[in-house]
């Protein structure tokens, strides 16, 4: 909602701006008729007004569009006045249109809104777009030009032409350029104009750009186009080589969550040889974790939201590690050195510590918020890398480097390479291992718990979460190599670039039942995965 | 006393299951078949709550028949052979009159034969392929032609859509209504290379592949919808992908089946505003009727924060169905209320009434919503009048000839109209 009263404000500044460098300006009172129909009829209605709004070509008009898609445009019962509105409690602060000025409040039932759907969404979004061409901040004509361009409406070449001509900022240029090619080539204007607009859109190069040009192959005549034609095999050439890099990129991405999911098991599964089929509830016990931390910062201090992720790290790793010992002082302790028992008695864990998040959370879904540098997405070339997905990838990196760090370079880490090589000469050297055995199953489990911090960010946060990963997790570790940390982060990021690469041609289900196939027919070959322990810790 | 210490007990255990045995002659027993474990929990667990609630309204005002109902509650926990052992333990020990519950297809397949043994009655309240009418089952969620075909013509008329991507989950719901939706689009002179059909793994998780395929399918020059039949929890990483990749609705639209305002409630649904979904019910609906049943469904569960969905809604009418049939032959008996439900009408929460049909689906409005900010929904358009709900779809090859009609003479769930013979094509 801020967010919407922030462009508001902004418009509003633009709006008083271009008073004083005074284009046609007329007085905000005339255009209030025209603001005030936008209360009455449906959609067909409200597009005929928006467009009576914009015939005025007063930017003063943006804010009242720019709050009717942001679905915040309401009107007032009794008189039919509209207002932009912000949500306070139970009432509605109101805001006028025109003028930006308070006019106090309305309960909920005094006011209704004006509806909008996505059709009327793309008008307004062109309409801003036309209005805010020449807008002091680049910023806002970038996002102007941007909703010019996806219009492609021949009408706005001629203020195209006029903001470029004032146009300082050359990224800025560069879009309203590309607008222009794509109104241009929309419009009746001759061969040699839309020739040039073809080439513009052939070096924007992306599928915005191949998706017009495809039209205008299919929609044009002679050598417009075969102009298109050839633009669009360019293009297409370069997305093709694009796509194999997305590919990669993808199935890293894929590789980090199966690596995150799976190194805590490494360690319990891997390093000591425990069947821990509650390791994917350890990585629901992290994510709930965040959403409690969430919760606590929504109601007592929400300045500090963007920083939930950082603060529920280090509870989670606490919360998981600690079920993890209890577990493991509880159970698994009384089993050692009998696989088939663990197996069941974890399995039999697992579906409690379910019924119990779903006893007190509900069996519904938690919303856990991506916070702002979590969300959204930028271009590589022609690719896409979305935020949360690259912040997993350098968290699971960094994940695997502590870890490594942990059991390389600290006594902690040298116990329990000791006691996992040769438990009783580690205890005959004054090691105590039950200890150790309950430390390093605290530590699998706490990891587990942080996978489920970054695992709430692309994931439901639901009672089942956890099963989701435990089959993967295993699948990872197996294939990697049992007690080799280095085999699962091969492992992870072999099985999540194959799989990625299978499943444009094969489909999301068939790749995965190939990539399991892949991996019996290689545990067949190499049973002790891709990297075997050697020596005679391996036999014991 | 003995009325007194019989309401006192039948309210005190009214979730319980046998303990009110010394009471049990003189109440109406109700099964309420809907996991609460398992996968599926997240959905049914509602519909549990939905159901004690209107057990518990009908007591208020009376009762049926005189008599207290009273609900039994079993948890098939989400297992679907499971679903038919827990039917049977229903109608055999605990004696109900009629279930209340499933989900999933598969469920609802998996307790059918036990229904039609024990001859007893089950009112399955969720939207759902079709190709099926059963004599003692009452379907009344959303048949294809009641939610797919009309969104799929919103699109095409309103928004213009001429370019198809049709994406489910893969089991028999998705598979059945896109072969469903592939043939009608085929029919409507959509050409071949321009729908997408692609099918997930349940809990499908990394969706960006599929959402990188909707993106350069969409850039074929002409406007693209996405057709969802993703089911429950995959959703959630969907829409977030979707969200993330910057693929608004005014660009690429999604239509939703099997996304409500529960499903909505575990996200946050700032960047999906104007995706659609396709329900014969909003909780935005704007009638009284509506704001009592939100305001009963608070007081209840005692959570202002608790939404309604559809499937809530296909239970509070087929309940109220059921409770009118029983009024109108006098006895619970199953016979005497398949009989006697055709035909009946009573008030659904969108501010119209819904009739129970010879092929045991029922009439509904179907309202084409656009997702809003705060998770709910906004109603962008609905069909003039009520829809009635199809057994056999007109669009697939087997089916067109089929109809059901389970009113003497016919009595037939498949009655092929071609061969004149009942037993399906």
């Known amino acids: ?540 | 006393m003995k009325t007194t210490f019989t309401k006192l007990a039948v309210a005190g255990l009214m979730a319980s299951t046998m303990i009110g045995g010394a009471a049990a002659e003189e109440t109406i027993k109700v099964g309420v078949l809907h996991s609460l474990s398992g996968t599926m929990a997240i959905s049914e667990t509602t519909l549990k709550d939905a159901m004690l609630m209107l057990i518990e309204e009908q007591n208020k005002k009376g009762g049926l028949l005189g008599k207290q109902l009273e609900a039994v509650v079993v948890d098939p926990a989400s297992d679907w052979p499971l679903f038919a052992e827990k039917a049977r333990e229903l109608i055999e020990v605990n004696d109900v009159d009629a279930v209340f519950g499933a989900w999933t297809s598969v469920s609802r397949k998996s307790v059918l034969p036990v229904f039609e043994e024990l001859n007893s009655l089950l009112f399955y309240p969720v939207q759902y392929e079709g190709e099926e009418s059963q004599r003692n089952v009452f379907y009344t969620g959303a048949a294809p032609n009641q939610q797919a075909i009309p969104a799929v013509d919103y699109l095409m008329n309103e928004e213009g859509v001429e370019r198809w991507v049709l994406a489910g989950t893969d089991y028999v719901y998705p598979r059945t209504t896109n072969k469903i939706l592939e043939a009608y689009l085929k029919a409507k002179g959509v050409a071949e290379e321009d729908i997408l059909i692609n099918y997930t793994p349940f809990g499908h998780s990394d969706w960006q592949t599929i959402v990188s395929d909707i993106k350069s399918f969409g850039s074929a020059g002409k406007k693209t919808a996405v057709v969802s039949t993703i089911n429950g929890d995959a959703n959630v990483p969907f829409y977030k992908e979707l969200g993330n990749a910057g693929i608004k609705a005014e660009d690429i639209p999604v239509v939703a089946f099997s996304v409500g305002e529960e499903e909505l409630a575990g996200l946050d649904a700032e960047p999906l505003v104007g995706h659609l979904a396709a329900w014969n019910y909003f909780q935005s609906a704007d009638t009284d009727i509506n704001a009592e049943f939100i305001e009963a469904w608070h007081a209840f569960i005692g959570d202002e924060a608790r939404v309604t969905n559809d499937p809530m809604e296909a239970h509070f009418i087929g309940f109220n169905m059921w409770v009118e049939a029983v009024e109108k032959a006098g006895t619970t008996d199953a016979d005497a209320v398949i009989d006697a439900i055709v035909g009946v009408s009573v008030p659904n929460l969108t501010g119209g009434y819904s009739t129970m049909m010879p092929n045991h689906h029922i009439t509904k409005p179907v309202l084409i919503g656009e997702i809003q900010g705060d998770g709910q929904f906004e109603t962008v358009w609905e069909t003039s009048g009520l829809v009635v709900g199809d057994a056999w779809s007109d669009f697939l090859d087997g089916s067109k000839d089929l109809i059901a009609d389970w009113r003497a003479p016919l009595s037939c769930g498949n009655f092929n109209t071609a061969t004149g013979k009942c037993g399906g094509s």
Do not use: C
């Open chain 1, 1 to 540: 909602m801020s967010l919407v009263r922030t462009f508001i404000l902004l418009f509003g500044l633009i709006a008083g701006f271009s008073v004083n460098i005074a284009i046609a300006q007329t007085d905000p009172e005339s255009l209030r008729p025209l603001v005030n129909e936008l209360a009455k009829g449906k959609y067909a209605e409200t597009e005929k007004q928006i467009g009576a709004l914009v015939a005025t070509g007063d930017p003063a008009v943006a804010p009242a569009l720019e709050a009717l898609g942001a679905g915040v445009l309401f009107y007032r019962k009794s008189d039919g006045s509209v207002f932009i509105t912000e949500k306070a409690g139970k009432t509605y602060k109101l805001t006028d249109p025109l003028t930006l000025e308070a006019k106090g409040e309305a309960g909920k039932r005094e006011v209704k809104k004006i509806k909008v759907n996505n059709k009327l969404r793309r008008v307004i979004r062109a309409a801003l777009g036309s209005l805010t061409l020449m807008a002091p901040d680049p910023e806002v004509r970038k996002t102007a030009a941007e909703a010019v361009f996806k219009a492609r409406d021949p009408d706005s070449i001629e203020a195209l032409d006029i903001a470029l001509a004032s146009e300082t900022d050359e990224s800025v240029q560069l879009i309203m350029e590309q607008a222009r090619a794509a109104a241009v080539l929309n419009s009746d204007m001759d061969e040699a104009q839309k020739i040039n607009a073809i080439e513009t859109l052939s070096e924007m190069g992306n599928r915005d750009a191949l998706s017009l040009l495809i039209n205008v192959q299919s929609s044009s005549e002679g050598v417009v186009r075969d102009a298109a034609t050839i633009a669009v095999e360019k293009i297409e050439k370069s997305i093709a080589a694009w796509d194999s890099a997305q590919n990669i990129w993808y199935g890293l991405s894929l590789g980090s969550v199966l690596l995150l999911a799976a190194i805590g098991l490494a360690i319990t599964f891997g390093v000591m040889g425990v069947i821990n089929m509650a390791h994917g509830e350890m990585v629901m016990i992290g994510a709930y974790t965040t959403f409690v931390v969430q919760e606590l910062i929504r109601t007592s201090a929400p300045g500090l939201f963007e920083y939930s992720l950082f603060i529920a790290l280090p509870l989670a790793f606490l919360a998981s590690g600690l079920v993890g010992i209890a577990i493991e002082r509880g159970v698994i302790r009384w089993l050692y050195g009998r696989p088939l028992e663990t197996l069941l008695a974890t399995w039999g864990i697992s579906l409690i510590l379910q019924q119990a998040v779903r006893s007190i959370f509900g069996p519904t879904n938690r919303e856990v918020g991506n916070p702002d540098w979590m969300s959204g997405a930028f271009e590589l070339g022609q690719m896409t890398i979305t935020y949360n997905r690259m912040w997993i990838i350098v968290f699971a990196m960094l994940v695997f480097a502590g870890l490594m760090l942990v059991l390389k370079k600290t006594s902690f880490g040298l116990n329990t390479r000791a006691v996992t090589q040769n438990r009783r000469m580690a205890a005959s050297m004054g090691i105590r291992t039950p200890w150790v055995d309950a430390l390093t199953f605290g530590l699998g489990s706490g990891i587990a718990g942080i996978a489920g911090v970054a695992l709430s960010q692309i994931d439901n946060v639901s009672p089942n979460l956890g099963q989701g990963y435990i089959i993967d997790s295993f699948m990872v570790v197996v294939f990697g190599g049992v007690g080799n940390l280095w085999g699962t982060l091969v492992g992870a990021m072999t099985l999540g670039v194959v799989n990625k690469f299978l499943e444009p041609y094969a489909g999301a289900v068939l790749g995965k039942i190939f990539v399991l196939v892949f991996i019996i027919l290689f545990i067949q070959k190499r049973p002790r995965g891709l990297f075997a322990l050697k020596g005679r810790a391996v036999e014991a």
